[in-house]
């Protein structure tokens, strides 16, 4: 019998991935043939979507961007000559997209079914948490210090040092809280993962939710992720019923339980203590710190807070072992990161490699350029955020700290290209006006500084002549100043960075000479 | 709020009152329910969780998501996040504002489409997306955002 293999992840069905699965059933019970159909996770391969795979002798082999008017003529291929094909790829392992990454995280990124139980195990799944379970909560928080692990929400903290604090805390109840809250334009993974590795966020809350003491979890996705929440749910389900969520987890004599809830559309919302504000039923208002979560977190209570991808890291950390981690990155960025490609880009996508890799591999290499074919006029990392990076910076290091070094940074691993129509004027307003949008009003430099930074911008770009450019230019820098140092959390501190990158490398699209802006 | 309102309100309150933190599972569970959320049940809300009317209306005002008027009888959530501009999502809203007269928030003149922009669907690698009565559509051109808008006029919808 045949194997077809069409993704179930949402951007995949986005662009008719749904369609062309329909059309398969349709067609092999039209013509009484015996098919196959495995719905599974997307490879991250996007612009190759809808990627129709097929087994051959030699593996998988794929065909691209496949429509269902393509289906019939699929069919009736012979598939010892699938390569002849006009949509045909290939083997899909052999890519070279695809086979010059690490993929640690998304090791099983489309190849299992989202919510097969069974594929999880097959492919190495819960042997984590069944060595976590044997353990003691200090041993599993040795391992995640000796691993190097750092949040990849964006802050980069080192992630035992948070493991040791919230399991030294002394309090009744403890709580583990994913922060599944991904709003940066241009990041992807953490729907990917949560779409279609459900399982491995799950083992990876469970172990922490060992190593710490909490014996409650909850996962906190944006409600624009409705296809991730639903698969999340359906996965906690299946995990209950085979004993590892619930009570004695894994026969290791604790209970550990999770829930998932629902954003509502604030962006402020992935920053950790207005997450927590949000998940007790409050506005999502940022709290001031100290005190930290990880003591006094949701209902007051010490609290794990992590991005998806850090937590889906320590599965593996668990199974093979902290010193095997190590061996992927470079200085003090260790294990790999998942960077995703997206916006004007010619071959967008997820690529999962170890730190070191530098930008200009990144979006060169991998991503091929702008998908207009026009020159490359900057990237945006790091989402809404991040600086804008020109593209005599490319040779830049994809690590914490060199990005640091140029003003940068990595945040969540997304990066956005623009070609040379997009005017940097426009998009340094953009920051400002979606800082004023979504700031939570709490602290002033935010609130009244972000709607201040629009009508300065517009103020720079009408200005008619040099003297009144000059006069709102350095109005604006001293209120990106102000922003930087005076807001409470980074939406208000580092909404300044998009802005200020755009004015230093983009003067003229400000109408400013660059002799002018470098006063 | 009608007397159905009403009891569905007065359902949900019962099954989610007593959960840690539960008015946003409250609330999401309403509007999912009913469309919207009438004023009329905040002061129910209020005092099923023990907290003032103006707690509650603070909540509901915080959160893009949540609306206190019906829905018109489609919904367009349209990206205007930095992948999506980067890639011609703006001329979609161009498209909506000369062929609508839906500026970059509203209700169409006839009632029937809602425009909400929205800050990233988590389509970024196959820009611009939008979203249609809660399904995603990614890569869309002005042809495919057009077919989209005369699907609904069809009464059938793209839905």
């Not at chain 1, 379970?133 to 992630?159: E, T």
């Not at chain 1, 919230?166 to 403890?174: E, H």
């Not at chain 1, 470079?330 to 916006?343: C, H, I, N």
Request: proline share 5%; net charge negative.
């Amino acid at each position: 019998m045949l194997t077809v293999y069409i993704p179930m992840d949402s951007v995949a069905c986005a662009v008719g991935a749904d369609d062309v699965a329909q059309r398969f059933a349709e067609e092999a019970a039209r013509r009484g043939m015996a098919l196959d159909i495995r719905r599974t996770s997307s490879r991250g391969l996007f612009w190759l979507e809808p990627l129709v795979e097929v087994d051959t002798p030699h593996g998988r082999a794929g065909f691209r961007t496949v429509t269902p008017e393509d289906v019939s003529g699929l069919l009736a291929i012979d598939m010892a000559a699938v390569r002849d094909h006009l949509l045909s790829i290939g083997l899909v392992d052999e890519l070279p997209y695809l086979k010059s990454q690490q993929r640690l995280l998304f090791a099983r990124a489309g190849l299992t079914r989202p919510l097969s139980l069974d594929d999880y195990l097959a492919a190495g799944g819960y042997q984590g948490l069944e060595k976590a379970a044997a353990m003691s909560g200090d041993d599993i928080v040795a391992n995640v210090l000796d691993s190097g692990l750092r949040g990849r929400g964006g802050a980069a903290f080192p992630a035992g040092i948070k493991w040791r604090t919230v399991r030294q805390a002394g309090a009744d109840s403890k709580y583990v809280v994913c922060n599944a809250d991904e709003g940066d334009s241009g990041s992807f993974a953490d729907r990917m993962l949560m779409e279609g590795d459900p399982f491995l966020l799950l083992e990876g809350m469970t172990i922490a939710g060992l190593a710490v003491g909490a014996t409650r979890g909850y996962i906190y996705v944006r409600s624009e992720y409705a296809p991730a929440i639903a698969v999340l749910r359906q996965a906690i389900v299946i995990a209950r019923e085979h004993g590892y969520l619930g009570d004695n987890v894994a026969h290791g004599g604790h209970d550990f339980d999770i829930e998932v809830r629902e954003g509502a559309g604030a962006y402020i919302c992935g920053e950790e203590t207005s997450l927590l504000e949000s998940l007790e039923g409050k506005r999502g208002t940022v709290r001031a710190k100290p005190p930290l979560p990880a003591l006094q977190g949701l209902f007051g209570q010490p609290t794990l807070v992590h991005n998806v991808l850090s937590l889906a890291s320590v599965p593996l950390i668990l199974a093979r072992g902290a010193a095997w981690y190590r061996n992927f990155g470079m200085g003090r960025s260790l294990g790999t990161m998942a960077f995703q490609l997206a916006g004007n880009v010619r071959r967008g996508g997820l690529v999962e490699r170890a730190f070191g890799l530098t930008l200009r591999e990144l979006v060169l290499d991998y991503g091929g350029g702008t998908a207009s074919g026009r020159p490359l006029k900057a990237v945006q990392l790091g989402g809404p955020l991040g600086a804008w990076i020109p593209p005599s910076l490319l040779d830049t290091p994809l690590d914490y700290e060199a990005l640091a070094a140029i003003g940068a940074m990595l945040g969540h691993g997304g990066a956005v290209l623009a070609d040379d129509t997009v005017d940097m004027g426009r998009m340094a307003r953009f920051a400002m006006r979606f800082c004023a949008i979504e700031s939570c009003g709490k602290c002033t430099p935010c609130r009244i500084g972000s709607t201040r930074g629009v009508e300065v911008i517009d103020r720079l770009l009408a200005a008619g002549n040099a003297e009144e450019k000059s006069r709102q230019h350095a109005l604006l820098d001293d209120l990106c100043l102000t922003m930087q140092h005076g807001s409470l959390c980074a939406l208000g501190g580092m909404t300044p960075f998009p802005v200020q990158s755009a004015l230093k490398y983009f003067p003229a699209d400000f109408g400013l000479t660059s002799q002018e802006n470098a006063q | 709020m009608t007397p159905e309102q009403q009891t569905a309100v007065e359902g949900l309150l019962r099954s989610h009152a007593a959960a840690p933190g539960g008015l946003l599972p409250l609330l999401h569970a309403v509007q999912d329910q009913l469309g919207y959320l009438p004023p009329a049940a905040v002061p129910l809300i209020a005092s099923a969780f023990n907290r003032t009317r103006a707690e509650i209306e603070g909540v509901i005002s915080f959160y893009h998501d949540f609306h206190t008027e019906p829905p018109a009888r489609h919904t367009l959530r349209l990206c205007r996040a930095e992948a999506c501009q980067c890639m011609g999502g703006e001329a979609l809203a161009a498209q909506l504002r000369d062929s609508l007269g839906l500026p970059d928030e509203g209700v169409s003149a006839d009632g029937e489409l809602g425009l909400i922009p929205v800050y990233c669907l988590g389509a970024c690698a196959c820009a611009p997306a939008l979203e249609l009565d809660g399904r995603l559509h990614a890569r869309v051109t002005p042809d495919k955002l057009r077919q989209l808008l005369q699907g609904l006029k069809g009464g059938e919808g793209a839905c």
